[in-house]
């Protein structure tokens, strides 16, 4: 589909995607790419970040990968400095990297319950942290007069209750305090914005394929009356308004992209 944004409203910004070699997060760094931004890809998998690079430059676009593992501290580091490194400055920061099986409450180990924790909660702040000093107004690569801006891709599973999805709502919930608390803390301090996404189910994403069985999906119009799968597109779209100028008073806020899906009740 068509973007309706213009293709250069982030030229010459450099976006770093956690996540970003496949799903909404490859989503995002292409249609951030086709935007004018240059891109810095970090995943756990090499093959899969270097099949994203080549899609990326086969459109244009500058990308690079960096393989990494955001509940590493070390990695979350050397990915950021190479970012920087490489490309001169860091303007945006999307933390897509996220971790999910379903399993119910009492079947899941403590263990299974941090991991995700790590992934996704701790890994998103440690991403922030170690952005930080680039992100900053007046910090490296970057004028006096702005700073970046960050994007956590979150969930609406936690805005109510999810069957065996006790560590994923636990750890968006997280996330989503995060947003807050870094859009208060660095906004006043750093002018950088941090804002949040919560897409619904989106078609063709690991997300759906996992979470939701075909059963469930092929019924869930019959009882969820805005069920329907966005796209991709759908997320990386929200990701530009917020990224670029046009979101340049939104700060602190997780921008719910689910067709109004979690609002959702039986007609009766
Ligand atoms: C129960 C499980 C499990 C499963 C792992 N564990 N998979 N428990 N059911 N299916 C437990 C393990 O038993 C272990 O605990 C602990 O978790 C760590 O497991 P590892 O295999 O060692 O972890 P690791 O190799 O690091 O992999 C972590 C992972 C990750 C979370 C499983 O590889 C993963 O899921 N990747 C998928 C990425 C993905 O799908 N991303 C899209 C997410 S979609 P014990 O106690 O045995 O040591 C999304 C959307 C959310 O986020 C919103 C939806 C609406």
Request: glycine share 12%.
């Amino acid at each position: 589909m068509e973007s309706p944004f213009k293709e250069d409203i982030v030229r010459g910004k450099v976006a770093l995607i956690t996540g970003g070699g496949s799903g909404i997060g490859l989503e995002i760094s292409t249609q951030f790419g086709k935007h004018g931004a240059s891109i810095a890809i970090m995943g756990r998998r090499k093959q899969v970040l270097d099949s994203a690079v080549s899609a990326l430059q086969s459109l244009g676009i500058k990308a690079v990968g960096f393989v990494g593992d955001v509940r590493k501290q070390e990695d979350a580091k050397r990915v950021v400095e190479s970012t920087f490194k490489h490309f001169g400055r860091l303007d945006i920061l999307v933390n897509a990297a996220a971790g999910n099986f379903l399993v119910s409450a009492e079947d899941l180990s403590p263990n299974g319950f941090k991991t995700v924790m790590d992934i996704d909660s701790v890994g998103t702040f440690t991403m922030c942290y170690e952005a930080l000093k680039y992100l900053k107004k007046g910090g490296p690569g970057r004028g006096s007069s702005s700073g970046g801006t960050i994007l956590n891709i979150s969930a609406t599973l936690h805005y109510t209750a999810s069957w065996y999805q006790i560590h994923v709502s636990a750890a968006k919930a997280a996330i989503d305090s995060i947003t807050r608390n870094l859009a208060l803390e660095w906004g006043t301090d750093y002018d950088i914005r941090v804002n949040g996404i919560a897409p619904g189910p989106i078609s063709g994403t690991p997300g759906l394929s996992k979470l939701v069985p075909d059963e469930i999906d092929n019924k869930a119009h019959e009882y969820m009356p805005l069920y329907k799968p966005g796209d991709k597109w759908d997320i990386a779209m929200a990701a530009l308004y917020l990224a670029c100028d046009s979101g340049k008073y939104v700060n602190g806020t997780t921008l719910i992209v689910d067709g109004g899906l979690w609002l959702s009740r039986p007609r009766h």
